[in-house]
């Protein structure tokens, strides 16, 4: 494919219409995003991608099967590497706890973030999740028994609503048997191109969540914080203590620099122990293309 053909795939892909502490813990069919409601505030993106960055050297660099997709909002422009990949839909895995946290907080199954769920006892695979936490440490732990147990006490109908709600993904989180599931191993399904139509929405609040809810979720998002920028993002591993499934690396957030926010969605496949730490790696370097960081 030349130059010219690759950038019109790329600016059509659809934006608008349509670091993590624990990297180690965690957690396919593709779909058009469906538009944005027309009272949203959030504008769609043109075609207008870059012409002069390459994000692919980084995944040849280090050896990774999978895609990035960069929205600049205040100059209305898309980056992109596999453009094809992000319109594929995957399992969110954790990066559905942003969300979940959301649906949480909001119908008061948990009363903040500080608020604590005693440990079970049963012992699992990241040592650090084999304790009390509040849901500070379980977003930044990415502790998945933490919110399975925030999934029940919301139940079937209210989690339905939520989702449903804040169009994520298909919105289909299966039955009642499924409540605590259907992010990790169910049927909900989200592209990297409808992670960034959450996130956008998200962080303009046009989502049906309390200014409260927005201000907690917003804080235990931050994962890296300077004088020039702050990060807030939720790393995912579809597959993780699941082999039967094909594993999968999420990193979705975005950054704020002066009065610009940058979302992001990288995804990818997870073949090795080093992918893992690949989905910031990549993220970062193409934020270092775009003079971010």
């Known amino acids: 494919m030349n130059r010219l053909s690759r950038l019109l795939v790329a600016g059509c892909v659809a934006i608008g219409c349509a670091v993590a502490v624990w990297l180690q813990s ?13 009272s949203s505030s959030v ?68 009363a903040d973030e500080i608020a604590i769920l005693t440990w079970d006892g049963v012992t699992r695979k990241v040592p650090a999740w084999n304790r009390d936490l509040n849901m500070r440490e379980a977003f930044k732990l990415s502790a998945y028994p933490f919110y399975q147990v925030l999934a029940r ?3 079937h109908e209210r989690m339905q609503q939520g989702v449903t709600q804040a169009e ?44 409260r809810t927005f201000s907690i979720v917003k804080d235990i998002m931050v994962v890296e914080q300077t004088p020039t920028y702050t990060i807030r993002a939720k790393s995912g591993w579809v597959g993780f203590d699941q082999p039967e499934l094909s594993q999968v690396g999420w990193y979705v957030g975005y950054l704020e620099k002066g009065e610009n926010v940058y979302f992001f969605a990288t995804n990818i496949d997870i073949r090795n122990e080093n992918d893992p730490r690949h989905r910031v790696e990549l993220t970062r370097r193409c934020f270092e293309d775009l003079g971010l960081l």
Do not use: C
């Not at 965690?26 to 027309?38: F, I, K, R, S």
């Open 153 to 155: 006490r919301v139940g």
């Open 26 to 38: 965690g957690e396919a069919a593709a779909t058009m995003p469906a538009p944005l409601p027309q």
């Open 43 to 110: 504008q769609v993106a043109q075609l207008n991608s870059a012409e002069d960055t390459d994000f692919g050297r980084h995944f040849e660099d280090l050896d990774v099967e999978g895609s990035i997709l960069i929205y600049d909002s205040a100059n209305d422009r898309t980056y992109q590497h596999n453009p094809t990949r992000n319109q594929t839909a995957f399992l969110p895995a954790s990066t559905f706890k942003i969300l979940n946290s959301l649906i949480s907080l909001e119908n008061g199954v948990i």
């Open 168 to 211: 994520y993904g298909n919105q289909t989180i299966g039955d009642e048997e499924d409540i605590d599931t259907f992010w990790l191993d169910g049927k909900l399904r989200t592209t990297p191109a409808e992670q960034i139509q959450f996130l956008r929405r998200f962080y303009q609040n046009d989502l049906p969540f309390s200014e």
